[in-house]
């Protein structure tokens, strides 16, 4: 355990292109000798017209396109865009889209220059996990607030036949500039919001709910940004409120949510997306919707370990002031879930027609994965990781 904040090197090098209509600036972000592959998901951006202003910023360029990367980017997928990469010489990447298809390209990136096959880049089991040395440049446009992924060099993928949804990162998978213009949300659903607002939330706290180190700035950064996500997420969800202001808030609370800042010197705590990531590969629910039914459970069986900073979230996250500290602490876990339910996500298995038979499946998959020894401390065995998911049944 850290007595105090931990030594740190604070790198990030990925240009933010934020604001209104900014999109025709990709015309000198990026450089013209490059050849371009554009890469998006499932057609959103094309149906909204993103796709077309890229293409416009884009005419002094030589590029090609790569759609249809999934929602949870699969591997298959991934790789044929890998192989297109290499057959057609397409030396520059732009991401358009949400965080899968920022995570996909970031893979892609990677992948195209690898020495071995691609799914050695994941350990766990599924791969050898040889670390990434060099990835093709690349830039994004992001369309939906929540991951974090367009100013962190971080992604996930999911592995379909292993059904397995694993992490990769490295020092030169960030993305070379990202275009933030908060109108770009203006077409997104209640759920996509919802969903935005809840994996941002959770970002934060998996960074910040753990035990204090005395790290002021961090703490301070972590409960303002919570703060701001907890007054404007009611209104974030309200899809009639396309206001600029609002989205604003919510696109740069969301990339700062895990934009490397937080977690400078402090220790914390991934296992909500640990316990997460599995939810998706076996039971295919919504990244940010298995974060609202873990989260909310995880804080009630770790109250002990997690007890002074649980307190202190009380206090100055929900303001909070009436009550014993055990009350405080309570009254800040149900108030945690209420916000969640009040956004639309539900918090148990129950609600998604999932019981009992989802713990026994979902620990092996921990196991599997190595997932043995989780949270700030190490000490979340797989036993307390069944208690969690049992007590979100
Ligand atoms: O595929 P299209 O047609 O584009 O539609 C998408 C998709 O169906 C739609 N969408 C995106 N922008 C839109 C829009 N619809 C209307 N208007 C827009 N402006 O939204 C759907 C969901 O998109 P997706 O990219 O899957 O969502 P999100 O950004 O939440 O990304 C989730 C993925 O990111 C990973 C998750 O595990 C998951 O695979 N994460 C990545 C992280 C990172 N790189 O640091 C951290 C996170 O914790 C997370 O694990
Ligand atoms: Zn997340």
Same mark, same amino acid.
């Given at each position: ?5 931990? %030594? +740190? ?7 933010? $292109? ?17 050849? $371009? ?8 951006? *094309? ?22 990367? *999934? ?13 297109? $990469? ?21 893979? $892609? ?15 766990? #089991? ?5 670390? /990434? ?5 690349? #830039? ?36 070379? +500039? ?21 994996? &941002? ?43 600029? %202001? ?46 609202? /039914? ?5 804080? *009630? ?31 800040? /876990? ?7 339910? &009040? ?41 307390? &990781? ?8």
């Amino acid at each position: 355990m850290n007595k105090g904040i931990a %030594n +740190f090197d604070y790198y990030n090098p990925t240009h933010i $292109v934020f604001g209104k209509d900014r999109i025709s600036e990709l015309a000198t972000l990026i450089p013209t000798d490059k050849k $371009v592959l554009v890469l998006y998901g499932g057609g959103s951006v *094309e149906r909204f017209g993103t796709l077309a202003k890229v293409r416009e910023a884009l005419s002094g360029h030589t590029f090609g396109e790569f759609g249809g990367i *999934e929602a949870n980017p699969t591997y298959a997928t991934l790789l044929r865009a890998i192989e297109l $990469v290499k057959k057609d010489g397409y030396n520059y990447l732009l991401a358009v889209g949400g965080g899968s298809v920022i995570d996909g390209t970031k893979f $892609v990136a990677a992948g195209a220059l690898f020495d071995s096959e691609p799914i050695n880049i994941f350990g766990s #089991g599924v791969g050898e996990g040889i670390p /990434i040395k060099e990835a093709l440049p690349f #830039g994004t446009v992001l369309t939906l607030p929540a991951t974090g992924s367009e100013m962190n060099s971080g992604g996930v993928v999911s592995i379909v036949e292993k059904k397995a949804k694993l992490g990769f990162g490295s020092a030169v998978t960030f993305p070379q +500039f990202s275009i933030l213009d908060p109108q770009l949300t203006y077409t997104l659903p209640k759920r996509q919001l919802a969903n935005g607002v809840i994996d &941002s939330f959770v970002h934060i706290m998996e960074q910040y709910m753990t035990y204090p180190v005395g790290g002021m700035v961090q703490d301070r950064f972590a409960e303002g940004l919570l703060e701001t996500l907890i007054e404007i997420g009611p209104d974030v969800v309200d899809e009639s409120k396309q206001d600029y %202001n609002l989205r604003a808030n919510f696109m740069w609370a969301a990339t700062y949510a895990l934009n490397g800042t937080l977690n400078k010197g402090v220790p914390g705590d991934w296992s909500s997306h640990g316990l997460g990531h599995e939810i998706t590969a076996l039971y295919h629910i919504d990244h940010a919707r298995t974060l609202a /039914i873990v989260l909310p459970s995880l804080l *009630e069986i770790r109250k002990e370990q997690k007890g002074a900073k649980l307190l202190q979230y009380a206090e100055r996250v929900w303001h909070i002031t009436d009550g014993t500290e055990d009350e405080k602490i309570q009254a800040a /876990i149900d108030k945690t879930r209420e916000f969640f339910e &009040s956004l639309g996500a539900p918090t148990h298995f129950s609600d998604y027609d999932l019981g009992e038979e989802v713990v026994d499946a979902l620990v092996s998959q921990l196991e599997k994965h190595g997932l043995t020894a989780v949270s700030e401390r190490g000490d979340q065995t797989l036993d307390v &990781s069944r208690e969690i998911y049992k007590n979100a049944l």
